[in-house]
């Protein structure tokens, strides 16, 4: 007997091994387009980070190269030259630009970009210009924190600068014959200030005395007191022309000070009539006045005071008009005031030949962080 065909049962076969052939073959044109669009996409991935490396290269390289220019000419930064605005860098294009901050640093962005991916790097440098010589007090009054002018103070001759590393105001009826400036605001009118009143004041870097040189030239003549002290209705004049105070100085009436007063501590007055005239130092220099190392300078009128004025970490007050006047320069890490009265005739010739009693300093820039 011949064995029969069961055609309904092939043809179902043949049917499923048709369904299997075209899943296949979809499935096969499925992975090879997912496929070509990863790796379409991985080259583009690629493309793009090879451009955002490029272009932060060349930030970076821009940056190093600025950095390497104020190495050698730390001025640069106040003026840079044209190459430090913008130039390129394996042909991809930078540009550079400075913003002068109000705490004396400036902000150096450098924008980098490479087939339009940009990248920027921040540096943040501040300069310190070069300090000794005659110019280092030349302002008539200088604070790395705020200046106050009021009531009826004055501050004369010269045409000297009043400057703050912050803010300075020139209030009530007080005046100055010269320019008040300070980095942040600078108030006044043309009232009581005769000359320029800008705010927004380049910086201007506090001088630092040498200690050291006056109290060796004190010690050596055995004017080195330690504690606080009190002086009233005597007169001194050491050899060398230094007194120093470990410790506070109260100071009565009647004290002559043929000599620069250093005090580690505070230096105050309890009532009027003191001098204060040092003279020059033995190796020619000329001797500030009053110098408080730690403390504050807190002066009520006296009789004369020529010279400078310093704290090197403290505040300064004056108040009440001295009788013979108060002539020199004041310069106060912290806040100045003058009130009541109190007059200041700025003399650049007192002031400008302390020798080796200035700290002297060449320009320089530091470059205080960098951000990528």
């Known amino acids: 007997m011949k064995a029969r065909i069961n055609h309904d049962a092939l043809s179902s076969d043949r049917g499923t091994l048709l369904l299997v052939t075209l899943f296949i073959i979809a499935a096969t044109a499925m992975t090879a387009v997912g496929v070509v669009s990863y790796v379409q996409y991985e080259g583009k991935s690629q493309h793009q ?13 821009a940056a190093n190269k600025i950095t390497a220019k104020l190495n050698e000419v730390p001025g640069r930064l106040e003026s840079p030259t044209n190459d430090m605005l ?25 924008a980098a970009a490479c087939q339009g991916t940009p990248a920027t790097v921040l540096l943040y440098a501040h300069l310190t210009p070069a300090i000794g010589g005659s110019d280092t007090f030349d302002k008539a009054i200088l604070s790395e924190n705020d200046v106050v002018l009021s009531g009826n ?7 000297g600068t009043v400057h703050s590393n912050q803010d300075a105001f020139a209030d009530g009826s007080s005046y100055l014959d010269g320019n008040l400036t300070a980095v942040g605001t600078a108030d006044g009118t043309a009232s009581n200030v005769t000359g320029l009143i800008q705010s927004n004041a380049p910086y201007d870097a506090f001088p630092r005395l040498n200690y050291d040189y006056y109290y060796e030239i004190a010690r050596a003549d055995g004017m080195v007191f330690t ?10 004049s ?31 007055t309890t009532s009027t009539g003191s001098v204060f005239t040092p003279p020059q130092l033995q190796d020619g220099s000329d001797a500030p006045a009053l110098i408080s190392v730690n403390g504050d300078i807190s002066m009520t009128a006296q009789r004369k005071l020529v010279g400078l004025v310093y704290a090197g970490s403290g505040a300064i007050k004056f108040n009440g008009a001295w009788k013979e006047g108060l002539t020199g320069a004041i310069c106060a890490w912290d806040d100045i005031h ?35």
């Open 49 to 61: 980070y090879d451009t955002m490396t490029k272009a932060r290269y060349t930030a970076l390289g």
């Open 338 to 372: 003058l009130l009541g009265g109190a007059g200041l005739r700025y003399d650049p010739n007192v002031v400008d030949n302390l020798g080796d009693g200035v700290i002297s300093r060449e320009e320089s820039v530091d470059i205080l962080a960098m951000e990528r």
């Open 238 to 268: 050491p050899p060398g022309g230094v007194i120093w105070v470990e410790g506070d100085v109260l100071i009565g009436n009647g004290v002559t000070f043929n000599a620069c007063l250093v005090a580690t501590g505070d230096i105050k």
């Open 153 to 159: 103070s004055t501050v004369t001759e010269n045409n």
């Open 227 to 236: 504690g606080n002290q009190k002086f009233t209705k005597t007169t001194l």
């Open 86 to 110: 913008a130039g390129t860098i394996g042909g991809n294009p930078y540009q550079v630009t400075y913003t002068g901050l109000r705490d004396g640093t400036t902000k150096v962005e450098v």
